[in-house]
Each structure stands twice: as C-alpha cells, then as structure tokens.
C-alpha cells in the first residue's frame, strides 16, 4: 500500500471514529471465508459495519482523534483486527455471542461504548446487557408516568364513592 492509500485510509477511520461513539474491536482472524461472510451479512442486517483494518493504520488514526481518548484501546491492537461499528452499543455485543454459539470466533479484543471503555472478551455479557438510548427514555417516562396515573386513578375513584355517597344521603328519608 502506498503513503498516499494509507493516508486516505487513516483519514477514512478518523472520520468514523469521530461519527460513531460505538464500535469494537474483535479477532476474527481463524475463521474461514464462508463463516466470515455469514458474520458480514449478520452484521449486515443488524446495521453494523464491520471492516478488517491493519493495526497500525487503526492505531495512527486513533493517536490523531482529538475528540476521544482512545489511549486504552492501543493495547489491544495486536494480531489480526476487526472494528464494528453500531449505533446501538449492545448490539455488537449481542451479535457476537449469537455468533459463537456455533463459531470459536469472533473474540472481543475491546469495545468502547458511551464513552468507556471495555477490555478483554470477558466483558461480552456486560456489553450485551447495556441498554441503548432509547430504552432508557422509555424507562425513564415510564416511571415518571406511574405517579400520575395512581392520583388519576384514586382521583376518579374517590369521585364514584363520594357521588354514592351524596346518592344514598340524598335518598335517605328526612
């Protein structure tokens, strides 16, 4: 590869790295061509992008990332690499250990997922129970909501009661 291919290629991964606050690095390199297509087209349909990258091309592009430190994440850049790109944070995870159920491979090197980062394949589980964004909004104004609710609730039933109430005193004989 050529100073100027590299070039363009370590401009490329800035780019991304810089648009997508979700990715993994991940060791595919003993899986076989048909076993890495079926991972592509799984990562395919769960809108992630996943891209083989030399190490050192990754590891110049993260040096020159000033909005992130990526410092931690140099460690594991030995053997062969895959990133995963996503915009969910769990989903890579989830992928993954869907994957090897079947497959020794992918093994997760590290991930950096809403600004932390996580080391080592041990850290699967913990990655795969994150829940995204939008889950947690909908928790959140869940929660918010049920107080409502319960005084609406009571509300409205003490109105029945209350109109029993004024019913049968203004039935009742004088």
């Known amino acids: 590869m050529k100073k100027e291919e590299k070039s363009l290629v ?3 991964l800035v780019e991304q790295l810089a648009n997508n606050s979700h990715f993994y690095l991940t060791d595919v390199a003993s899986l076989d061509a048909v076993k890495t297509s079926d991972l592509r087209r799984a990562c395919f349909k ?5 891209l083989v990258v030399k190490n050192s091309l990754l590891k110049k592009a993260m040096e020159r990332s000033s909005a992130k430190d990526y410092q931690p994440l140099l460690g594991s850049l030995k053997g062969s690499t895959a990133i995963m790109f996503s915009e969910v944070g769990s989903d890579p995870a989830k992928l993954i250990k869907k994957f090897r159920e079947k ?19 041990d850290q699967l589980d913990t990655l795969a129970s994150i829940k995204s ?3 947690v909004i909908g928790e959140i104004i869940s929660l918010l909501q049920s107080p409502a609710k319960n005084i609406v609730s009571a509300l ?9 109430i004024v019913k049968t005193l203004s039935e009742r004989p004088e």
């Open 10 to 12: 370590i401009d490329s």
């Open 156 to 164: 409205q039933s003490g109105g029945g009661k209350l109109a029993g």
């Open 46 to 50: 769960k809108n992630i992008k996943m």
């Open 103 to 121: 497959n020794d491979k992918p093994v997760l090197k590290a991930a950096f997922v809403e600004e932390s980062v996580y080391i080592g394949d």
């Open 133 to 135: 964004k939008d889950e």
